[in-house]
């Protein structure tokens, strides 16, 4: 299981902060252990410093889990001039610059460690706008989409 949320970022960035994310990533960890079960020792990340810390805390979720793999982000979702969705980091500061991989971790990056993850399920949250740009069909990866979350069941 890993539970991110980007609330703050650098100083100059454009994207305005989301006090709320760390605390609802802290009360999300507690309660997914408390009322569910949740191994405590779940991975949360707050405020990953950028998106290689992101993509590794969630390779790592994925490799490790064998039965199911949630993944929950709360955060700013950005688009790059591609139109690909990108979850923010605290180094994101405007996609519009070119420097997307630098900033933020490509949406693209949770379709590949699913599509490696030998869990029996796995769902995927988006808390962010443009949720709904990660709705798209990810080869051996997941049954069913809606809205921003998507299951691959048994």
């Known amino acids: 299981m890993l539970l991110v949320g980007t609330g703050s970022h650098r100083p100059g960035s454009r994207l305005p902060d989301i006090p709320a994310a760390g605390p609802t990533v802290q009360a999300l960890k507690e309660c997914l252990t408390e009322y569910c079960g949740a191994d405590p020792e779940c991975v949360s990340l707050i405020d990953p410093e950028n998106p290689l810390v992101f993509a590794d805390a969630l390779h790592e979720a994925a490799r490790t889990a064998d039965n199911i793999l949630l993944i929950w982000y709360v955060g700013h979702g950005l688009v790059d001039p591609d139109n690909e969705l990108y979850l923010a980091t605290r180094t994101a500061s405007d996609l519009m ?15 590949a460690a699913v599509r490696t993850c030998r869990a029996r399920s796995v769902v995927v949250v988006l808390d962010c706008c443009f949720a709904g740009r990660a709705v798209v069909p990810a080869t051996g990866g997941f049954d069913d989409a809606f809205s921003g979350i998507a299951t691959r069941g048994v």
């Open 97 to 111: 610059e070119g420097r997307a991989v630098w900033q933020a971790l490509p949406y693209e990056e949770i379709r």
